[in-house]
């Protein structure tokens, strides 16, 4: 996870909120789809502009597996250690 300085962050938590806001506006069975156009949006303004390489989509897919790894660390892990102490180990 990219521990950016506290100041760089203010730069994009709002916008992060007002997204975030958005997203949870629409039902439950559509957050899904929302979230991934809204991700996918963001990374093709950001990773083909102003041009496309193979340098920054192989960046792009670093980045976002390394998302992917970090929520599942953060989140996903401890959720399902919680679970197998309530229900016993496989």
Known sequence: M?????EDRKAVDSAIEELARKVKSFL???QDGVMNYAITKLCKRVYTQPQKSYLRFNRLMGMMEACKQEMYRRWV??????????????
Do not use: C, H, S
Request: proline share 9%; net charge negative.
């Open 28 to 30: 439950d069975t559509q």
């Open 77 to 90: 892990a401890p959720y399902e250690d919680e679970k197998i102490k309530e229900n016993g180990d496989v």
């Open 2 to 6: 990219p521990y950016i300085k506290q």
